[in-house]
């Protein structure tokens, strides 16, 4: 099957490359998984999938359709639910197996999908990176300003709005990043950790779903 996980992210430390050089690495707690649902594109689903759970949750937390979906997998439902899309080749698991970090060991790169830190409403140079205002020449409490919008801004032809997109203050983070090409480091299959060179979206303790990178080419570093 294709190497996927779903993991809580635990933080980072420090570990000795095999050149001897000191990277940060981010600790993540890999399953285990359990698989759910395998779909097939010779059946009605028209694709082939392979559906996995993590953590389980309490039965009186759980909705019934949910409860019943995890039966038929002969386990307790789930707290996180993610689909493993495959290409061409079908799933080489049957329902209710058990995924572990195992899986990863003839892995280099991982492709990592979190939901990113939550910084509520921020200005322009905080989301953007805009440089702000000049410090001087009668410039007064308007450093951070991001300045006129309007001149190049206009959807014109479709009136006199902003175009959809323009970049501006609003609200930051908390949503759905993937950081691609990370050098999985090291295994610990006794504690179901993965150690994934670089940050990581999200906090500490948030999810993620881990998945074999598909573009990564294995290279020094």
Do not use: W
């Amino acid at each position: 099957m294709y190497p996927a996980l779903i993991g809580k992210k635990v933080g980072m430390t420090q570990m000795f490359a095999e050149n001897g050089a000191v990277c940060g690495v981010t600790v993540v707690r890999a399953g285990p998984c359990v698989v759910l649902q395998v779909k097939q594109a010779d059946q009605k689903d028209g694709y082939n999938a392979v559906q996995i759970g993590f953590e389980d949750v309490r039965k009186n937390r759980a909705a019934k359709p949910a409860i019943g979906h995890a039966e038929r997998a002969k386990t307790a439902p789930k707290k996180v639910v993610r689909e493993v899309r495959l290409l061409d080749e079908q799933a080489e698991t049957d329902v209710g197996a058990t995924l572990t970090v195992e899986n990863f060991e003839e892995v280099n790169f991982v492709d990592v999908t979190g939901t990113t830190k939550g910084k509520g409403f921020a200005g322009g140079v905080k989301r953007h990176g805009f440089k702000g205002q000049p410090a001087s020449h009668g410039v007064e409490r308007k450093h951070r300003s991001p300045g006129s919008i309007g001149g190049h801004g206009t959807d014109l032809g479709h009136g006199g709005n902003i175009k959809k997109g323009k970049k501006m203050a609003g609200h930051m983070g908390a949503a759905r990043d993937t950081s691609r090409n990370h050098r999985l480091m090291g295994i610990d299959a006794e504690n179901n950790l993965l150690l994934i060179k670089g940050p990581l979206p999200g906090p500490n303790g948030g999810y993620l779903f881990i998945r074999k990178s598909r573009t990564a080419r294995d290279k020094k570093g």
